[in-house]
């Protein structure tokens, strides 16, 4: 499969969505400025940046209300599954009523069984405690699942259905899993891994999932897609990513970033461009 994708300017009209981004941590402090800037040059006009703690969570919230465009999550990441406790999902809480048109997102929360940073029974626990609790705060989910696919789904059909929907972000299974995901009706995240030599498996989610069901993501500063493997990752290298998929769908990048906005928007309930906040 090829993937040396070189990208050209979407037409005038079109755009893109990074559904998940973490403009907060330290890689992008320096020039945040200048990312979210070349992001809107590049019609990456909306960003959601992502929490994965309580200060990182804050740090999205602020990052939201000052910028346009931007819209935040909140949430404990598996990783840090020992620091959820009654005081963290209050503030956690608190932060989604402060600022309810920017905070669009409950995440990123699920398992992680790769680095396992916390035990597993912990990450479990927390899992199952936020996703009922986005459910009360009514937002959809944003699902973070490494070598825990059977886990993490048992997990959600415990606890579904979920009114809001949910995605499962940066998505690394295979296409029977795919399906079973898309049964729960959440929609999958495809991100810049899918423009690697080694992603056949990704590359086949990529070409036949319904592509109303697909959103797009950079998960910067990590993953960066090719050619820029080994750089931060920045949003506006969201076009690559759409761009190897619409190549491998057979379509054109503007189709991929029409029904990726649409799916991005409905999912967020984000107003249309012109009208962000």
Sequence with gaps: MKTKIQPRPLSPGYGLIDSH?????????DDIDDLIDSAQKCQIH???TIGIDLASSQRAVELA????????SVGIHPHSAEDGNDAVYEQ???????DSDK???YGEIGLDYA???APVERQRQEFSRQLALAKDLALP??????????ETLQLLKDQGPFPAGGVMHCFSGDMPFACQVLDLGLYISIPGIVTFKNAAELQKVAQEIPLDRMLLETDGPFLTPVPFRGKRNRPEYLLYTAAMVAELRGITCEEVAQQTEANTRQLFSLPEQGDEQ
């Design 65 to 72: 209300g000052h910028y346009p465009g931007v819209y935040a």
């Design 92 to 98: 956690l809480t608190a932060l989604v009523r402060s």
């Design 141 to 150: 989910i944003i699902i973070h699942d490494r070598d825990a696919h059977q």
């Design 21 to 29: 981004c973490h403009l907060d941590m330290e890689a992008s402090q």
């Design 115 to 117: 680095k396992k940073y």
């Design 103 to 105: 905070v669009v997102a």
């Design 46 to 48: 909306t960003i959601i």
